[in-house]
Structures are given as structure tokens and as C-alpha cells.
């Protein structure tokens, strides 16, 4: 009996390539709504809080990022 070993390689390098680029967008996009912190705790800044970056850009890198995932997931190899 011939043995036919099956490649357990799910995936290649590109696709660990592309996962790690989508999971670089989600970091990048957590770090950007970090912070926003008052140094007087009585003092609400609406500004510093709902910021462009913290309201739109984070959550947009963010979906991006797992968007970029779910491509590298299905991309053949």
C-alpha cells in the first residue's frame, strides 16, 4: 500500500502575509482611540473624546483590518 501523505498546509505564505498586514490595521486601530484621559477627573473634554481619530478613523482601520483577515482566510494559495 502506497503512502499518500495529505499536505496539512492550509495556508501559504501569502496568506500569512495578508494576515498579518490585516492584524497590524487592527492594532494601529486600537491605538488610535487610546487616550482621551482629563487630568481632572470633574472636567468632561467632548473634543479630546470624540475626536475625527477616536470616532471615524479607529473604527475604520479597524473593519479594514478585519476585513483584510477574512481575505487572507479564503485566499487560495
Known sequence: QKNNKKSLDFFGKS??????VGAALI??????????????????NANE?????????????????FCVEVFAIFKKH
Open 15 to 20: 496568506n500569512y502575509t495578508w494576515m498579518l
Open 27 to 44: 492594532l494601529i486601530g486600537m491605538l488610535l482611540m487610546v487616550g482621551g484621559k482629563s487630568s481632572d477627573p470633574n472636567v468632561f
Open 49 to 65: 473624546v470624540y475626536s475625527f481619530r477616536r470616532i471615524t478613523l479607529a473604527p475604520i482601520l479597524i473593519i479594514a483590518g
